[in-house]
């Protein structure tokens, strides 16, 4: 193994922290935002500019596309827009911190959906992690004897979220990684263009916006996406999917430090109890 080697292996987890982190304070940043832009237009801004930078970072990717990946591709952005569509309008109702644990649901709904569409087979240990993660949502989405609509809202991104990873690992095999992203995000671009076209597209009303847009956009979708993609290259994919899941603690420790935000005892206990389902399902892989 030569230094330079070593030297990756070394950068590849700090890095893909980096990514956890930026995903993180992105609940925190877009919250005020989408305050201020209609959530669809924001989206629809957000995917355009991740799209325009993804080819101009390798242009030599169009020339990957075929019909078989557009067709894999499309299906597998309309759930991942979806996601995108469902957790931006529950962000608007509900704290950074709470999104980002809801969010993090949809490693442990995963296993449920590809039960229930390809027929694998729950084990005992899936289902203890899935009732764990249950009464964290429970505790962090209940409001005295109501539901929240905005952890309501984010559970059915997590769940479109689940789906999205599950297409993937049925479709993605063959296929060139980069090429779906980018497919992936121009559907996410077209669906919420078309419904922010319709309710009336705004363009970022000022400065700021456009900064959580470009942010948004070129780090913690493009950039973010290159990181995650040269680091799974250099670790397993386990550890991957565990460094990632620190997403769900830094939006809780942004959303605290910066936003504002407080977290009652009842959804301290919750958050805690949805990252250990997280990590248990996650390290059970292994």
């Not at 996601?83 to 980002?100: P, V």
């Not at 905005?150 to 690992?169: D, K, N, Q, R």
């Not at 493009?222 to 799974?232: E, G, H, L, N, R």
């Amino acid at each position: 193994m030569n230094a330079r080697h070593q030297l990756q292996l070394k950068l590849a987890p700090w890095a893909l922290l980096a990514v956890s982190a930026a995903w993180g304070a992105a609940f925190v940043i877009m919250k005020p935002a989408i305050e201020r832009q209609a959530v669809n237009s924001f989206l629809a801004t957000r995917f355009v500019m991740a799209v325009v930078a993804m080819v101009i970072l390798r242009p030599s990717v169009l020339k990957k596309l075929n019909r078989e990946l557009v067709l894999k591709g499309s299906l597998a952005g309309l759930f991942l827009g979806s996601g995108y569509i469902f957790q931006t309008l529950g962000l608007a109702r509900t704290g950074a911190a709470i999104t980002g644990f809801v969010t993090g649901l949809y490693v442990v709904l995963t296993p449920l959906i590809a039960a229930l569409f390809l027929k694998e087979r729950i084990n005992a240990f899936t289902w203890f992690c899935v009732v764990l993660a249950t009464v964290g949502l429970a505790l962090l989405s209940l409001r005295g004897w109501s539901v929240g609509i905005g952890e309501t809202l984010v559970f059915v991104s997590a769940i479109a979220f689940a789906a999205h990873i599950v297409t993937l690992s049925k479709w993605s095999l063959g296929l060139d990684t980069y090429a779906l992203t980018v497919v992936q995000l121009t559907i996410c671009a077209l669906l919420t263009g078309v419904i922010s076209i319709g309710q009336g597209y705004e363009t970022p009303p000022d400065a700021g916006v456009w900064g959580v847009v470009i942010f948004t956009a070129v780090i913690c979708t493009a950039v973010a996406f290159i990181v995650q993609t040269w680091s799974q290259a250099h670790m397993s994919s386990t550890k991957v999917a565990v460094i990632l899941t620190m997403e769900v603690v830094f939006a809780a420790l942004f959303a605290v430090l910066f936003g504002g935000e407080s977290l009652s005892l009842q959804v301290s206990v919750g958050g805690i109890l949805v990252v250990i389902a997280m990590y248990l399902i996650v390290m059970k892989e292994a």
